[in-house]
């Protein structure tokens, strides 16, 4: 009968990537393993007990504890998060603490109308609004607050400049009206602008307090500033702080809106991992004034294919989210989040766009890494090149002064003897002028030729070559004459003083 061969089946082993909050675990298990054992894991390392814990993002929707892995049928690699619902986020409940104490607060505020040189007392509890905003986050000083009131400079004024230096105000006071009555004597039509002394009116129309009377306490914490303010405040920082930035786009004229912002903006997984890796900054698009000052400024900073993509939007598309990646040049809109989403898809469209985010400012580190790498080398590169070319020099000019050493000692030996002051040959005595006005002497023989004095200068460091020498009465430049001809012969007799100059 014949053997049956048995191949045992090696076990398949899966990598998950499991975030929570500013946290992430890398987990490898067997497929065989079940999703119990991946929440063990995470107790471990997360610190969190098992029953308190949400294991999100399997493509197939919820599952057991008890599941195994491989009935999943899952890829090779995985990225889950993990939801919390019964631990409180960090820090919400003191900040909804805060707030609640500043709008039952009152606000006096003092305004003084510069056209008519009057002030006023008005005063308003931390609830009243200006345009959407309420007091309590308008940045305004408790217990009470200076302001100024006065005509815009300049009618022709454009709009992408007044929407961030000045803003249409309504106060709206919960008060039986005897504050304000002085208010109509501000004369301010309904095309005219406050302007306000304050920064604080320079904000989103966006107002946090009325968000929370809507949709509760847990929410994201709106940046509280104007949109370059953001900018300012989640790229230009060092690399390592960056964040993206989320721009909420709110329409209470949307039949999402309602559901979106109660059941998806307001998860606790959702308002954790904005506030740790996200600023976000939202705006009202219901009213159309509000509209169009943001299509200015999304043109402006985003450029024209995003303005209009925001502009052919309807309102039954609504509310958006805008996911803004700064970068060295330019503001680029990573991705646009609409309201039919759900929380695990919303959850994980921000987690992928956090990750590539991430994975940028890595790039942008490892490219500045290797152009410094590359600086670095050319500079030292260069630095070598530069030794190496003044060494090659260095050994040229010793060559040259052993070539003309060596000359000068063959010319020096095969000088001819100083002839004696007394002898019988008729004797011609020089004097020679160095450059540094040292002198050299030596008696010749009249007969001597010419060229035997060339070499004599030349045997003391001032070859004929690169030195002329001359003669003062007449003045006449020697090594221009015949070097075969005595000395004698050129009235170099019986003595005379020459002088060595350097050629040009």
């Not at 302001?147 to 106060?171: K, N, W, Y």
């Not at 968000?211 to 953001?230: K, M, N, Q, T, W």
């Not at 052919?312 to 989403?341: A, C, H, Y």
């Not at 985010?357 to 090149?385: C, F, G, I, P, T």
């Amino acid at each position: 009968m014949p053997s049956r061969q048995i191949v045992e089946r090696q076990p398949r082993m899966l990598d998950f990537r499991v975030e929570y909050r500013d946290r992430n675990v890398d987990v490898v298990l067997e497929d065989s393993c079940t999703v119990g054992e991946i929440k063990q894991i995470l107790e471990n390392e997360l610190q969190i007990p098992v029953s308190k814990m949400l294991l999100k993002g399997w493509k197939t929707g919820d599952v057991e504890d008890s599941t195994v892995l491989k009935s999943l049928h899952l890829p090779k690699n995985n990225s889950l998060y993990v939801l919390t619902p019964d631990l409180p986020p960090p820090s919400s409940s003191s900040h909804a603490g805060a707030l609640q104490e500043s709008l039952n607060q009152n606000f006096m505020l003092i305004i003084t109308h510069r056209e008519v040189q009057r002030e006023y007392n008005l005063n308003f509890s931390g609830s009243s609004t200006i345009q959407e905003m309420c007091l309590a986050e308008s940045g305004l000083s408790y217990p009470c607050h200076r302001l100024t009131v006065g005509r815009r400079s300049s009618p022709a004024q454009t709009r992408e400049q007044s929407e961030e230096q000045s803003t249409d105000v309504h106060m709206v006071s919960d008060s039986d009206g005897d504050d304000f009555e002085d208010a109509s004597e501000f004369g301010v039509d309904d095309g005219e602008v406050f302007g306000m002394a304050s920064s604080a009116l320079r904000k989103s129309p966006m107002s946090e307090c009325n968000f929370s009377y809507r949709y509760g306490d847990c929410h994201p914490v709106f940046f509280i500033g104007s949109l370059e303010a953001a900018f300012q405040e989640a790229f230009y920082v060092k690399a390592r702080d960056r964040k993206l930035l989320a721009i909420y786009l709110h329409h209470d004229e949307s039949v999402l809106t309602n559901v979106f912002c109660s059941q998806m903006l307001c998860a606790e997984s959702i308002v954790s991992y904005l506030s740790q890796n996200f600023i976000t900054w939202a705006w009202d698009l219901t009213k159309d004034a509000n509209r169009a000052r943001f299509l200015t400024m999304c043109n402006r900073h985003f450029g024209s294919v995003v303005a209009q993509t925001i502009r052919t939007q309807k309102t039954d598309q609504f509310p958006l989210f805008l996911i803004i990646m700064g970068k060295r040049s330019s503001n680029e809109v990573l991705n646009v989040i609409q309201g039919n989403t759900t929380v695990d898809e919303l959850m994980m469209r921000l987690m992928a766009d956090e990750r590539e985010a991430r994975e940028n400012v890595k790039r942008e580190q490892d490219e500045a890494y290797r152009l410094s790498l590359e600086a670095d080398r050319a500079k030292r590169e260069a630095h070598e090149r530069e030794m190496a070319e003044q060494f090659r020099l260095e050994q040229i000019r010793k060559e040259q002064e052993e070539e003309r050493e060596a000359i000068r000692l063959s010319l020096e030996q095969a000088l001819p003897p100083e002839p004696k002051e007394e002898n019988a040959e008729p004797v011609s005595k020089l004097r020679i002028r160095t450059p540094s006005g040292e002198f050299l002497e030596r008696r010749f023989l009249a007969s001597n030729k010419l060229q035997i004095v060339f070499d004599f200068v030349a045997s003391k460091g001032f070859p004929w070559d690169e030195f002329k020498l001359l003669s003062t009465f007449p003045r006449r430049d020697v090594t221009q004459l015949d070097p075969n001809k005595s000395l004698l012969e050129v009235k170099l007799f019986p003595q005379e003083t020459l002088f060595l100059e350097a050629k040009e």
